[in-house]
């Protein structure tokens, strides 16, 4: 089976501050993986390497067999936003367009892109928020949704452009603790239909629940990587035992 | 005062509030769509470019309204050679020294509500496949001009009181009209009547934009 993303030997550094160490992994089709360790272990920068939210200063991203960065190198402006395209992202912060309803959060790109009829659009619209239990909230605005609500709202927008791999940003890191439940309801709804999903999260009985694979991210480098029962059950390292300790 | 002059005189200054509000039109039709023009100048990853549209803003802001307007009307004929060619209708040339001030005000207005917009907003779009210009038009314009909403509502009243500069070149509009009867009249009621009118002309550009600005609330 081949890979749907593999990265090889990922480096990033901000000056003299390297954020990303050679990081290499590779994720499988109908894989959910969970990425945890402390802040400013470089999670996020190497999710959000893999849209081209940020540069890598040297190594590889394969998607699909396609490279976005080959040793360092970039593929075209085209070419990136075309091998970036399978991929949605969920962020921390939502990032909901505010000037739009719920819904026209769904359609604007869909119906930006023209890639499918007007119909077919509305019709996965309303799809998706009654998969993601919004359907009453299609005409609101971003403003009068609670964190929870608004999270649901992003992850039916990113579903909307069928990606074939979602990536997910500290998805509840910013919810009250009563409200990251609906949100995980949601994630473990996609794993359990083989979403590929790539998760940096702190919730350690999701990632425990969820993820078929964890990989324990520290000081820049993958640190120690296995199965839930591996990771949280028998740690081999004496820093992912610290880490898993503090949780 | 009584009723009978006031009906005298309304006519006339009517016909000069006419001026003002047509400068009025004019200008906020031409600024504010130059002055987004310039913002996006103002940030665009071509260096001249950017260079000289913060030249622009600087000297439209640094130099005062009064001076631009008498350099539009009195100044750009007396250039050597090309001043012949120059000479314009003395509404024409303050015309566009308006525009040309409040379009650097409007850059900077611009400039500031784009300032505002969170990064996730551009990253948002970027992930779900929208090009820079895609994202700027669907979801920053948008976005930008309903923060710039109060700052514009601002510019705009200030602009109704600054039309009265016309007066300086010579350019008939509704202070023109009032001076000339309080000047012939020997009676300050002209003046008063000036300053109704451009009370209503404020008030109504006041309702106008809390309208929009309650349109545009996103609640």
């Known amino acids: 089976m081949s890979s749907m993303i593999e990265v090889k030997e990922l480096q990033k550094s901000f000056g003299s501050l390297e954020v990303l160490k050679k990081v290499t992994f590779a994720v499988n089709p109908g894989e959910a993986v969970a990425v945890i360790g402390p802040s400013g272990s470089g999670k996020s920068t190497m999710l959000r390497s893999l849209v081209h939210l940020e540069e890598a200063t040297g190594g590889s991203i394969i998607i699909h067999g396609k490279p976005l960065v080959k040793d360092g190198k970039y593929a075209s402006a085209a070419e990136i936003r075309e091998i970036t395209s399978p991929m949605g992202m969920v962020f921390q912060h939502f990032n909901l367009f505010p000037h739009l309803t719920v819904r026209g959060n769904l359609e604007l790109a869909p119906r930006t892109l023209k890639r499918e009829s007007i119909k077919d659009i509305t019709a996965k619209s309303k799809d998706l928020l009654s998969k993601v239990g919004l359907t009453d909230k299609g005409d609101v605005y971003p403003s009068m949704l609670s964190g929870g609500q608004k999270q649901r709202v992003a992850i039916a927008r990113a579903l909307m452009l069928n990606p074939d791999i979602l990536l997910f940003d500290e998805p509840t890191s910013a919810l009250d603790p009563e409200l990251t439940g609906e949100v995980l309801r949601v994630i473990r709804q996609l794993a359990e239909e083989h979403m590929t999903m790539i998760i940096v999260t702190h919730e350690m009985n999701f990632a425990r629940d969820v993820a078929d694979r964890v990989i324990f991210m520290d000081n820049g480098e993958i640190a120690e990587s296995g199965t839930p029962e591996q990771i949280f059950g028998s740690p081999q390292l004496e820093r992912t035992r610290m880490f898993l300790s503090r949780e | ?219």
Not at chain 2, 7 to 33: D, H, N, Q, W, Y
Not at chain 2, 80 to 96: C, E, H, K, N, T
Request: charged content about 15%; some cysteine.
């Open chain 2, 1 to 219: 005062m009584n009723v009978e002059y006031i009906i005298k005189i309304a006519g006339p200054m009517l016909e000069g509030a006419r001026t003002t509000a047509l400068l009025f039109l004019i200008v906020i039709a031409v600024s504010i769509p130059l002055g987004f023009l310039v913002t996006l100048m103002a940030k665009s990853a071509i260096k001249p470019l950017a260079w000289i549209a913060h030249s622009y803003i600087y000297v439209m802001r640094g130099t005062p309204l009064l001076l631009q307007l008498l350099f539009f009307c009195f100044g750009l004929p007396q250039i050597p050679v090309i001043g012949q060619y120059l000479v314009m209708d003395r509404f024409v040339a303050a015309s566009l020294g308006f525009i040309l001030n409040y379009g650097a005000y409007f850059a900077e207005i611009f400039r500031g509500g784009m300032l505002s917009i969170d990064k996730g907003q551009h990253e948002a779009a970027k992930v779900l496949g929208l090009s820079k210009w895609q994202t700027l038009r669907k979801v920053i314009v948008a976005q930008m001009f309903r923060v710039a909403l109060p700052a514009v509502a601002n510019e705009s009243i200030s602009l109704v009181k600054d039309t009265a500069l016309l007066y300086a070149v010579a350019v008939p509009e509704l202070l023109n009209y009032a001076k000339t009867a309080v000047n012939r009249d020997f009676t300050v009621t002209p003046f008063v009547v000036a300053g109704v009118i451009y009370l209503l002309m404020t008030l109504v550009l006041t309702l106008f934009f809390k309208t929009l600005e309650k349109r545009f609330k996103f609640e």
